[in-house]
């Protein structure tokens, strides 16, 4: 065989000093090529966004008690505005509106958020909202997360409790 008749057969040298023949196949298996790679990014991105809900829920939650946490002793500040003059000359408890009002709305100022105050009668219900964003599930299109919360506090003069 000449050269040019052994280029035709044979195409490549093996490491090992044997060739290969020329069958016109590259590969004698069956069109699987890159299913393990389709696998591997497909649990890749499902662990990534379950890491995502554990991180970016946790946070959520803490996120939702401190805007419950926040909300009520904000509306325990408001209704602790009593209209003394008034309690004094005939024992009544009377919430200040305004006073009561602006004592929540001071709180939530130094805690830097903001929320709606609503006093009616010896009640004060404070409405909190706060925006976490997320850290991971930004990746799957999810940027934030909105909780809102409520506290209610109402007005009273002394110790009320068992035992008292």
């Known amino acids: 065989m000449t050269q040019v008749a052994e280029r035709l057969v044979y195409r490549r040298t093996r490491s090992n000093g044997t060739r290969r023949p020329a069958t016109g196949r590259r590969r004698e298996h069956g069109g699987e090529e890159g299913m393990v790679t389709a696998f591997v990014v497909i649990f890749t991105m499902a662990f990534v966004l379950l890491a995502g809900l554990v991180l970016d829920g946790g946070l959520a939650l803490s996120a939702k008690v401190t805007a419950l946490d926040e909300a009520q002793v904000a509306a325990r500040a408001g209704a602790q505005a009593i209209n003394l003059a008034l309690y004094r000359q005939d024992g009544q408890v009377v919430l200040e509106q305004a006073a009561a009002r602006a ?62």
């Open 103 to 164: 004592d929540a709305i001071g709180y939530l100022a130094s805690t830097g958020r903001q929320g709606t105050v609503t006093v009616v009668g010896d009640q004060v219900s404070v409405t909190v909202t706060v925006v976490q964003p997320t850290q991971i599930l930004s990746v799957a299109g999810i940027s934030r997360f909105t909780e809102t919360a409520s506290g209610e506090a109402t007005a009273e003069v002394g110790v009320n409790g068992p035992g008292t």
